[in-house]
């Protein structure tokens, strides 16, 4: 069943296949106005993850709500915060 609040269902769909997150795929899908290969760039502001403590990764991790958090160590946090 389509999203309503998704503009470009297909677009969309596409992008997910490749691996996009959600967020990421209704913002390119979106973007009536602008370029889309630009939106796509955006972002990217955040430093790398190999730099945070385990502390900060973990409360990154709950803010975006990954279940199984608190038993998983630095790089697990990493590549699931890389790739919810």
């Given at each position: 069943?389509?999203?309503p609040q ?5 677009t969309y ?33 955040a430093g ?37």
């Amino acid at each position: 069943m389509p999203d309503p609040q998704i503009k470009d269902e297909k677009t969309y769909q596409a992008l997910r296949r490749e691996g996009a997150s959600k967020e990421k795929a209704a913002r390119i899908a979106n973007d009536a106005g602008g370029s889309r290969r630009a939106t796509a760039r955006k972002g990217g502001k955040a430093g790398a993850y190999e730099g945070r403590t385990k502390d900060d990764l973990y409360r990154e991790a709950r803010k975006v709500g990954i279940e199984g958090r608190s038993g998983m160590w630095k790089d697990q946090l990493i590549s699931a915060l890389r790739n919810r």
